[in-house]
């Protein structure tokens, strides 16, 4: 039997489960030669995907009615014609929301639960750390001495941002949206401090206060009224990642914020979009550097890993309401 | 007799000749051993200035109240104590709004009003010029067969930027304010389209029709509404200069705009506030193309040419209605 999720309405605003389909398939898939069985055992959920649902113009095409939802998996090979897997190898890729699947290779990576727990390949060994340390290094462009602002501190990408920033010298102050988060990013991920969204009235102010010395780089997951108030303490020179914008993706009318362009303009500031498929040709050398920060015990990580196929929708759509901490990952 | 103009008052938005003050004095000033008396032959008004009239942290400080304002200036060499400098040369440095006044001669370079105009090098040879190719250039990397929008296109930057871009390869659209403008941008400066901004109702249609390929570079001279339309214009990897946000310079509440952040992580843009003076080291390269262009006509330029000390605060004001055609300045 196969279960897959399609994709049935483009959502309004909040994703709800109703933009979901679940088909059963009672027959195993078949293959021929140079193809793969594939048995998913671990689906990443992302806030990007909320993009992908609807129709507009992005740096992927959206992803069609009807049709499968994509994201990263972990699969086991469980019947291999092709030469360059064999049954029971482990496998990352962007696979379709099904339990099992059928693939040619292409795009696969091998990959190795006796390195690491094969989930943290969907998170800190997969596109979550690459995104951190490339958006950090690449357009950030730290330098030791100096201070860190990540928003969306406590999520999968968050998190991995403020210990790199920690690990290269920089002052690190993370925004998240519950005392216990904030709680976590100081004694599990070392941030200087931290700053609840929720519940501080002025966050302009307390981000003057936690960045005595203002803002050099601000890695922004969130967008909205958080990055609004970050732009007043930013310093000459600025360098500002946009890595996402979660606050708004569910936003039907056209988000508006005070206008970045003089700030900007006043400090000599860059502000940039960050997409981490941009930079393939530096995946081995952030692969490098997180694998040997994790082995050195430099670098953890959290996850918040659901149980069940059939929870996947739910799961993605608890991101909305930062119900995860750290990587977002259901187990099959 | 010498006079000079004083900050009286902050503006409160739109600057009034009220927040000036002239003063005279009788005696002419006098020199030391160094020093070098000055008469003022050419004053430079800039957007830009009515920032340092604001007490607000920026890029250079805020004017002092009661002391004299300053900008780009000619000035003849009436007297001199300074053996780098000899009566009747002609020389351009940031003075005050003074018609004579003392200099140690720290900070002038002296000009050539044999191999230019003199107002030149106020515009197209002076700073003017090196904003336009400098930021089209380090910010904007044109490479030929883009297509560039320049805002503010009929201003003294705007109108260098899309000439620099015409001699680089690229496509030149320009938004400016009367049909006039466009006119001139086309027949004078080259432009492959133009775009009244007071007559177009839809923005944001006037520029997918005149950038059919989209947009890869957007030289920003105004913020606001014009700079919202073109967002939904930008390609993968464009580049916005921030030069100025003259639309917004006089309001007295916080300008909002849509929120940019989504357009740039869709599209990997990036957006960077640009000031010349972080640039000093490439300013001889800048120079060596502006007269070499100028020199072949390859490049062309306008000027507004007010006349009269005590008109300057008027022709500052009047920019604020575009009402100059490039460069204005005024003559003593």
Redesign the interface.
């Given at each position: 039997m196969t279960k897959t999720i399609l994709l049935k309405n483009r959502p309004k605003g909040r994703p709800t489960t109703s933009d979901f389909e679940f088909v059963t398939e009672d027959n195993d898939p078949k293959i021929s030669d140079g193809e793969l069985l594939l048995e998913t055992t671990y689906v990443s959920v992302d806030p990007y995907l909320r993009?992908r649902m609807s129709d507009?113009?992005?740096?992927v095409p959206p992803f069609e009615l009807n049709k499968p939802i994509q994201s990263g998996v972990i699969a086991k090979v469980v019947a291999s014609k092709n030469s360059k897997f064999n049954e029971g190898d482990f496998v990352s890729g962007m696979l379709d929301w099904k339990t099992k699947q059928v693939s040619n290779g292409e795009g696969l990576l091998k990959v190795d639960g006796n390195k690491a727990p094969l989930s943290a390949y969907l998170g800190i060994l997969g596109m979550t750390g690459m995104t951190a340390y490339l958006g950090l290094n690449e357009i950030g462009k730290p330098k030791a001495g100096e201070t860190l602002v990540v928003s969306g501190a406590a999520g999968a990408v968050g998190s991995v941002v403020g210990q790199i920033g920690k690990i290269l010298g920089l002052r690190v102050i993370g925004v998240a949206g519950t005392d216990e988060k904030i709680e976590m990013l100081k004694s599990k991920f070392g941030f200087d401090a931290g700053i609840n969204y929720n519940t501080t009235k002025d966050i302009k102010g307390a981000i003057a206060e936690a960045a005595p010395n203002g803002v050099d780089i601000y890695f922004?997951n969130v967008?909205?009224p958080i990055?609004d108030a970050l732009l007043f303490n930013i310093n000459?020179f600025a360098r500002i990642v946009?890595?996402?914008?979660i606050s708004?993706y569910n936003e039907t009318e056209?988000?508006?914020?005070?206008?970045?362009?003089?700030?900007?303009?006043?400090?000599?500031?860059?502000?940039?979009?960050?997409?981490v498929s941009?930079y393939s040709d530096k995946f081995p050398e952030a692969m490098k550097h997180l694998s040997g920060w994790l082995s050195e015990e430099k670098l953890t990580y959290s996850e918040t890993i659901v149980d069940g196929f059939d929870n996947i929708p739910n799961a993605f759509i608890d991101l909305f309401d930062g119900k995860n901490k750290g990587k977002m990952i259901v187990k099959i």
């Open positions: 993009g507009a113009k992005s740096y922004d967008g909205g990055s000459k946009i890595c996402g914008a708004v056209l988000p508006k914020s005070i206008s970045v362009q003089p700030f900007l303009v006043k400090n000599s500031a860059l502000m940039q979009g960050f997409i941009n």
